[in-house]
Each structure stands twice: as C-alpha cells, then as structure tokens.
C-alpha cells in the first residue's frame, strides 16, 4: 500500500493522469471512496491525459461511458448496482479481452470479480479542508510490476516529491511537511489537467 495526497481537484486530475502513463491494455482499476472523495475528477485527469477532449462525468445513471482513447476506456460506476450478477451483466470482461481499459467507481462491488489482479486506488478525506489521502494498492503481478514505472509517472507529471511518496519513501509515516510536499508536487501539472479549487467529485 503506497499513500499520496492530494490539496485540490486538480492534483487529484494530475494523479489520474500519472496513472494513465502506465495503463496497458486488459487493465483494471478500481476506485474506492465515499460520495466526494474525488473519484470522478481523478477519471478526469486519466481520461484527459489519455487523449480524450469530451467532458467526463459520472456515468451513475448510465452505468459505463466509453471512451476512444488509447487504448480503449470503459469508465463504470457502481453505486445504483446491488447484486453481483448485476456486474457481471455489464460484461466489462469482453471490454478487457478486445484490449481495452476499465475503470470502476464503487470499484468494492467488482473485487470479486476483478480484485485479484488490478490497481485498487481509495479515496479519503483528508486533515485539512479539501484534502484527499490517496492509498494505492498493487495487486497481481501485473500491477507489482509497475510500481516503480508509476512513481516515475507522478514524477514526470506531477513532481518528485509525489513521486517518492508513492514509492514508500516516508509515505507511512504521514507527516505535515511530507503531505504538504506532495500535494504541492503533485499540482505542478494541476493546470493541464484540470484548474479550479471546488470540491472534488
């Protein structure tokens, strides 16, 4: 378990877009948080950084959007499904087996389906007002593989201090001055990816 945080909707849209950077084809990741936590703004800044010019919006009503990037996305939300059976009916396996990506909000409905093998990324509130704690787990050999790769991704988009906190350097032990750091890190690709200061979806 690796832990960043994020200060803003935007730091949070630039560690989407940090995790886009290591996204293969087959990939799942799953989003876990309560209403707010920023899970819609951090698909924000993936899907953004992966090609895409359209507006990203929770798909609550429509269950999944698709996005034509590359590779392809599949972004899911969970929240209105009470039954597994009502997961496995959207068919995200044949999504996967054509090569493309699918990202789950309320991802905790699909780990008995795809939890053994994905990037599990939970959203929680922070100290201070509007932060975010952002806990990513590695999951199947696929993903501890890439642990590195996607610190060197938050490095690239976001800053070296992210970066390090999502490598392990000192992330567990919480510290002010090393939460700051990476919040302020983290918003040094915040206006690509996405500006303003309201709270995160």
Do not use: C, N
């Not at 945080?5 to 990741?29: C, E, F, M, N």
């Not at 699918?102 to 780990?111: L, N, T």
């Not at 959203?123 to 509007?130: D, F, I, K, P, V």
């Not at 704690?133 to 993903?143: C, L, M, P, S």
Request: hydrophobic share 45%.
């Amino acid at each position: 378990m690796r832990t960043t945080w994020s200060a803003s909707p935007a730091q949070t849209r630039a560690i989407g877009a940090g995790i886009a950077g290591v996204l293969r084809a087959g990939d799942v990741v799953l989003l876990v948080g309560s209403l707010g936590a920023g899970k819609t703004t951090l698909v924000q800044g993936l899907v953004r950084a992966l090609g895409a010019q359209e507006a990203v919006t929770s798909p609550t009503f429509t269950l999944a959007h698709r996005y034509k990037t590359a590779p392809p996305l599949t972004h899911v939300d969970l929240w209105r499904l009470e039954h597994l059976q009502e997961v496995v009916e959207l068919a995200l396996d044949e999504e996967l087996e054509e090569g493309g990506v699918v990202i789950v909000e309320w991802g905790e409905a699909a780990e008995p389906l795809y939890g053994a093998d994905a990037l599990v990324v939970r959203l929680g509130w922070g100290l201070a007002e509007g932060e975010r704690t952002v806990e990513i787990e590695f999951r199947g050999e696929a993903w501890s593989s890439r642990e590195v790769e996607l610190a060197e991704a938050f490095g690239a988009t976001a800053g070296g201090a992210a970066a390090s906190s999502v490598a392990g350097d000192g992330a567990a032990a919480g510290g002010g001055t090393e939460r700051g750091a990476a919040a302020s890190d983290v918003a040094g690709g915040g206006a690509a990816a996405g500006g303003g200061t309201a709270g995160q979806g």
